[in-house]
């Protein structure tokens, strides 16, 4: 991510959608992780 940023900061980077690709990715697995978080306190409840 960081060398995406760089990247465009120095204008060398040519599909700008890139960033925003990979900011869907990073929120899709934070969710992922958080739903399995849920999952384990749900379960350490019962």
Do not use: G, Y
């Amino acid at each position: 991510m960081q060398n995406l940023i760089f990247q465009k900061s120095m204008q060398q980077l040519e599909d700008l959608s890139q960033i925003k690709k990979v900011k869907k990715k990073i929120s899709r697995i934070k969710t992922i992780i958080h739903e399995k978080e849920l999952n384990i306190e749900m379960e350490s409840d019962n």
